[in-house]
């Protein structure tokens, strides 16, 4: 007799990605082209001196990408990305420190448009 369990070969093949999806799903995450719009987005910004830092957050249901103009404080902005608000109102949504949904859409480029600046005409 053995310490090793008795292993029967099973009836039933079960394919290992279908079981380890169901068992823990895996993250919503930003894909590459939705990374380099928003790190471009983040770069001008950074130039302009009005950001410092962020910080990416995959979870179950979605993506977050914070900003920060200071490391230690809350995010002044989040980008987030909800696939459950495709269909709806979209996944797309800008959200600022407040809580407030600045932008919201099916398309990351035009939300991300929230942050263009509008030239203004200065009288001196």
Known sequence: MTDQPDLQAPDVVIDLRDY?????PLP???HRRELDAILWVYGRMVGE???R??????MRDKAVFSV???SGEMPLYRIEKDPKLAAKQGAYSVINQHG???KRGHELK???KVFDKVLRL???
């Open 68 to 70: 920060f103009k200071r």
């Open 28 to 30: 919503i995450t930003f």
């Open 100 to 102: 407030t949904i600045l």
């Open 122 to 124: 200065v009288e001196t």
């Open 20 to 24: 380890r999806s169901s068992k823990n």
């Open 110 to 112: 035009q939300v991300l």
């Open 49 to 51: 001196g009005e950001w």
């Open 53 to 58: 830092d962020y910080a990416i957050d995959h």
